[in-house]
């Protein structure tokens, strides 16, 4: 369960004091510091982590009307897409049976492609948004389906930010990953990994595991490297994680293989879906294939062609953050202030 007592009570007061009554702070954040005696609203923001929530003063006597809009990058494999996006979207249902949930893709180009093939069209997060202020809805909860808070759950942010003063409530969850243990925080790391694990194959001394990861030029690149470094620290062995787009790469993890001495190679992502990258950059049969690649290093290679949607414990955990923006939604979660950070 995450820790919630990380609830922003001092802020309410700063921004009583500045006249700020719309301003709602994140479910987990960082107190500002009593000695700080112009609280400005770029202050306020910063502090904001975790579960965001927002109340608009000006529509406190609406009806509640309550939605959740489930944030992906999408597919246009329609297969892994029933297997994995969709597959999740129906858990997230299931557990919260009075909302309408809709299913909303970042991706504009696969939008734009499933439609052209298929006739179906998924609306972006704004779309999605418009239709539900439309349709008188007054409460919603937007959350995602991202593994790391990159770019597309910047995306994801910056829609909660640009829609939220057209609702009652908005509240915008976390990706799969956020918390990192820190801070008496859940760590969503080590239970990503635990989930996860349920697939990993049993290991020969000469054999290794590689994560193929997506990658990503945003900052939070970095999370690859705390989840190399918390694998190490459950005691996985020769199982490395890799980038198509950031770092490591593959071309990083090939010393470590041959350092010790593997021979046998099983490829596995750990993407939403096994889309384009799992079934032609890391499986594909071109020479520049990662398949090919170790191949061509002497290395027998099994490739795992499924997606973390797949995987009931991933898609449980998925469920559990749209429940943290939802819960939040209804005001469920407590304001406590223990353990808060000041901060400047």
């Keep these: ?137 007054s409460r919603v909860a937007l959350v995602s389906l991202d593994v790391i808070p990159g770019m597309e759950y910047s995306y994801v942010k910056a829609v909660y930010n640009e829609y939220k003063d057209q609702f009652k409530t908005m509240t915008c969850g976390t990706s799969l990953m956020y918390w990192q243990g820190q801070e008496n925080q859940a760590d969503d790391v080590t239970e990503f990994i635990k989930a996860v694990s349920t697939q990993f194959p049993k290991l020969g001394k000469d054999e290794a595991l590689l994560l193929m990861a997506h990658g990503t030029p945003h900052v939070s690149n970095a999370y690859y490297s705390v989840i190399q470094a918390k694998l190490n620290e459950l005691g996985y062995k020769n199982v490395y994680v890799y980038t198509v787009e950031g770092w490591p790469s593959l071309e990083t993890i090939l010393p470590k293989l041959k350092q010790n001495h593997i021979k046998m190679v099983t490829l596995m992502p750990i993407m939403m879906v096994a889309g384009d990258h799992a079934h032609n950059d890391m499986a594909g049969k071109d020479s520049d294939s990662h398949k090919s690649i170790l191949e061509s290093q002497g290395f027998k290679v099994n490739t795992y062609l499924h997606g973390l949607g797949e995987n009931q414990a991933i898609r449980a955990a998925f469920v559990e953050r749209a429940n943290d923006a939802w819960d939040a939604l209804q005001g469920r979660k407590g304001a406590d202030a223990d353990h808060i950070k000041m901060m400047k």
């Design 1 to 137: 369960m995450k820790n919630w007592k990380k609830m922003l009570v001092a802020s309410l007061a700063c921004s009583a004091v500045l006249g700020l009554s719309s301003y709602s702070p994140a479910e987990a954040a960082y107190e500002l510091n009593p000695e700080v005696k112009t609280v400005t609203p770029a202050l306020m923001e910063a502090s904001e982590i975790g579960v965001l929530k927002y109340n608009n003063p000006q529509m406190a006597n609406y009806t509640n009307k309550d939605a959740i809009v489930v944030a992906s990058f999408g597919t246009t494999f329609k297969d892994t897409r029933e297997k994995t996006i969709e597959a999740t979207v129906r858990d997230i249902q299931a557990a919260n049976p009075l909302a309408k949930v809709v299913t909303a893709f970042t991706s504009h180009i696969i939008i734009d492609r499933i439609a052209a093939k298929e006739g179906k069209h998924y609306p972006t997060p704004e779309e999605a948004l418009t239709q539900l202020k439309a349709e008188g809805y």
